[in-house]
């Protein structure tokens, strides 16, 4: 069977004529000339989960070790070998390199079996980043590694925790129970769907999209094109958010087998050996594939450092909400009394948790039961609002709105932008040079972790609310909610923005930003 994202070699080489493909595939001197080359394998490997074994696959460096350390000034220069028996592509998230060196089904050609591909670039800035398979569902096997990238020594001890939703179930049989059913049993019989949901809370006023409160719609095209009209399944001119009042949101598509933490759940949770009283960067990623988490540091509290990889003013406190592909980093001092502390990943709307331990030596261990005693809540915009961005953008008019509807419904699960899967999408049209501002209005009841390949972005709003947020390239947009970014197209080539639920992005959840 064709996979949903594979196109043809005339496809690509028609793509390549109108983008940076054509120059080189994008490639930087100083980059390709600054270190050696390092070298990166896909394969399969076997795991433990819940007592049974697990063939999942993983990417690992010379040394077998899991992910990629790199330094910024050295610059990104990686050879990638798919020792698998099937295609793949492998996509560099929260990097912002050339197009033809992105990874995504637009900009490269899949990797054959065997065969390997050279990727070079400049690393402007250090942050957590992460790779993971951009072919398929592949993603959803545990494709995906850590992509660290530092700015000279570190300045004290980092732990990377990389957050993984599992099912033994094969993921195309799971996206065809979806499909048939919208609402079924999914997973081995461990595991039962929970369609679990959540009251809106209160209601949301002037989100009508005639009447939304501190947005000036003059001028904003909907989906690049003058004049906005309304697609099937949209209703554009009496959706208020205060209906959100007498309806609940759908938290969670898929009940999972297990949730893992660094490819282990709590009834073997990873031990970190650590200092009392040192400081420690915790690097966390939610790399799930459908899961957001709540991120958990019990009696202590940390401090925010960085959102997807890009600084933020510091931030304090003990519990943050990270969505589907969210990174953060949070700097936590440990007890001066040798106590150790567990740092949980708890999934939205569930008891169901994950986690590792930090614990100095001769620490007292206890067990930590993977049910939490209560359900959490769903995980919103409530950080979101609270932070901001230490390097912002410049200070520059916009000049291009555009307006993009989040759309779909679990009982059809066809998901979609502006009414439209990705095999039939409009691209949003830009201009090298452009201060692009788009709005993204979720018309579902389901949230939806939108990136950006290419680009990283600042939310400049939420609900109507102007702020002056964190840079990210993956941001939150809750059931029935908005949620304003500006970027400055920079980067030419024509770039995926899709639902990072990798369910809802093979449903259709997907677009392009397409350099003109």
Same mark, same amino acid.
């Given at each position: 069977?064709?996979?949903?994202?594979?196109?043809?070699?005339?496809?690509?080489?028609?793509?390549?004529?109108?983008?940076?493909?054509?120059?080189?595939?994008?490639?930087?001197?100083?980059?390709?000339?600054?270190?050696?080359?390092?070298?990166?394998?896909?394969?399969?490997?076997t795991i433990e989960v819940n007592g049974k074994a697990a063939t999942v696959f993983g990417i690992t460096d010379t040394n077998g070790r899991s992910g990629l350390i790199l330094d910024a000034a050295g610059g990104f220069n990686v050879s990638l070998t798919n020792a698998?028996?099937?295609?793949?592509?492998?996509?560099?998230?929260?990097?912002?390199?050339?197009?033809?060196?992105?990874?995504?089904?637009?900009?490269?050609?899949?990797?054959?079996?065997?065969?390997?591909?050279?990727?070079?670039?400049?690393?402007?800035?250090?942050?957590?980043?992460?790779?993971?398979?951009?072919?398929?569902?592949?993603e959803t096997q545990l494709m995906a590694a850590s992509l660290i990238v530092r700015e000279g020594e570190p300045q004290m001890q980092e732990v990377v925790v990389l957050l993984h939703d599992f099912s033994f179930t094969p993921p195309e049989e799971i996206l065809a129970?979806?499909?048939?059913?919208?609402?079924?049993?999914?997973?081995?019989?461990?595991?039962?769907?929970?369609?679990?949901?959540?009251?809106?809370?209160?209601?949301?006023?002037?989100?009508?999209?005639?009447?939304?409160?501190?947005?000036?719609?003059?001028?904003?095209?909907?989906?690049?094109?003058?004049?906005?009209?309304?697609?099937?399944?949209?209703?554009?001119?009496?959706?208020?958010?205060?209906?959100?009042?007498?309806?609940?949101?759908?938290?969670?598509?898929?009940?999972?087998?297990?949730?893992?933490?660094?490819?282990?759940?709590?009834?073997?949770?990873?031990?970190?050996?650590?200092?009392?009283?040192?400081?420690?960067?915790?690097?966390?990623?939610?790399?799930?594939?459908?899961?957001?988490?709540?991120?958990?540091?019990?009696?202590?509290?940390?401090?925010?450092?960085?959102?997807?990889?890009?600084?933020?003013?510091?931030?304090?406190?003990?519990?943050?909400?990270?969505?589907?592909?969210?990174?953060?980093?949070?700097?936590?001092?440990?007890?001066?009394?040798?106590?150790?502390?567990?740092?949980?990943?708890?999934?939205?709307?569930?008891? #169901?948790?994950?986690?590792? =331990? $930090?614990? +100095?030596?001769?620490?007292? %261990? *206890?067990?930590?039961?993977? @049910?939490?005693?209560?359900?959490?809540?769903?995980?919103?915009?409530?950080?979101?609002?609270?932070?901001?961005?230490?390097?912002?953008?410049?200070?520059?008019?916009?000049?291009?709105?555009?307006?993009?509807?989040?759309?779909?419904?679990?009982?059809?699960?066809?998901?979609?932008?502006?009414?439209?899967?990705?095999?039939?999408?409009?691209?949003?049209?830009?201009?090298?040079?452009?201060?692009?501002?788009?709005?993204?209005?979720?018309?579902?009841?389901?949230?939806?972790?939108?990136?950006?390949?290419?680009?990283?972005?600042?939310?400049?709003?939420?609900?109507?609310?102007?702020?002056?947020? #964190?840079?990210?390239?993956? =941001? $939150?947009? +809750?059931?029935?909610?908005? %949620? *304003?970014?500006?970027?400055? @197209?920079?980067?030419?080539?024509?770039?995926?923005?899709?639902?990072?639920?990798?369910?809802?992005?093979?449903?259709?959840?997907?677009?392009?930003?397409?350099?003109?």
């Amino acid at each position: 069977m064709r996979d949903q994202y594979a196109f043809d070699r005339r496809q690509f080489l028609t793509l390549a004529g109108s983008t940076t493909l054509a120059a080189g595939l994008g490639f930087s001197p100083a980059a390709r000339a600054a270190t050696p080359r390092q070298s990166l394998t896909v394969g399969t490997r076997t795991i433990e989960v819940n007592g049974k074994a697990a063939t999942v696959f993983g990417i690992t460096d010379t040394n077998g070790r899991s992910g990629l350390i790199l330094d910024a000034a050295g610059g990104f220069n990686v050879s990638l070998t798919n020792a698998t028996d099937v295609a793949t592509i492998m996509h560099w998230h929260g990097l912002t390199p050339p197009f033809g060196m992105d990874g995504n089904p637009l900009s490269q050609q899949p990797i054959a079996p065997g065969a390997s591909m050279a990727y070079s670039f400049d690393l402007p800035r250090g942050g957590t980043n992460w790779m993971h398979s951009h072919f398929g569902l592949q993603e959803t096997q545990l494709m995906a590694a850590s992509l660290i990238v530092r700015e000279g020594e570190p300045q004290m001890q980092e732990v990377v925790v990389l957050l993984h939703d599992f099912s033994f179930t094969p993921p195309e049989e799971i996206l065809a129970t979806l499909k048939g059913k919208g609402t079924a049993v999914v997973g081995s019989g461990t595991a039962a769907m929970d369609m679990g949901t959540a009251g809106s809370g209160s209601a949301m006023p002037g989100m009508a999209m005639g009447g939304m409160a501190g947005m000036d719609h003059s001028g904003m095209t909907m989906n690049g094109n003058d004049g906005a009209t309304a697609t099937p399944g949209m209703n554009m001119g009496g959706m208020a958010m205060g209906a959100m009042d007498n309806m609940d949101m759908d938290l969670n598509d898929i009940t999972f087998d297990a949730y893992l933490a660094n490819d282990r759940t709590l009834t073997d949770p990873e031990i970190v050996g650590v200092d009392k009283g040192d400081t420690v960067l915790l690097r966390i990623i939610n790399g799930a594939a459908s899961t957001n988490f709540w991120i958990d540091l019990g009696q202590i509290e940390g401090t925010v450092k960085a959102v997807d990889g890009m600084p933020v003013q510091p931030l304090r406190g003990s519990r943050f909400g990270l969505a589907i592909a969210q990174r953060i980093d949070i700097e936590v001092t440990m007890p001066t009394d040798g106590a150790a502390v567990p740092v949980l990943a708890q999934r939205e709307g569930d008891i #169901a948790r994950t986690g590792i =331990v $930090l614990a +100095p030596s001769g620490a007292t %261990v *206890t067990k930590i039961a993977a @049910a939490a005693d209560t359900k959490s809540a769903p995980v919103l915009l409530e950080l979101e609002r609270q932070l901001v961005a230490a390097s912002p953008l410049s200070a520059k008019p916009v000049t291009l709105q555009i307006m993009a509807m989040l759309t779909g419904d679990m009982q059809t699960y066809v998901w979609g932008i502006d009414g439209r899967t990705f095999d039939n999408r409009q691209p949003l049209e830009v201009s090298l040079g452009d201060r692009v501002e788009i709005t993204m209005h979720n018309m579902t009841m389901m949230s939806h972790p939108m990136h950006l390949h290419g680009h990283h972005f600042q939310v400049v709003g939420i609900d109507g609310q102007k702020i002056s947020g #964190a840079m990210r390239d993956t =941001v $939150l947009v +809750p059931a029935m909610g908005m %949620v *304003t970014i500006q970027f400055d @197209a920079d980067n030419p080539g024509e770039w995926p923005l899709h639902c990072h639920n990798l369910y809802h992005m093979a449903a259709g959840m997907m677009t392009t930003v397409k350099y003109i």
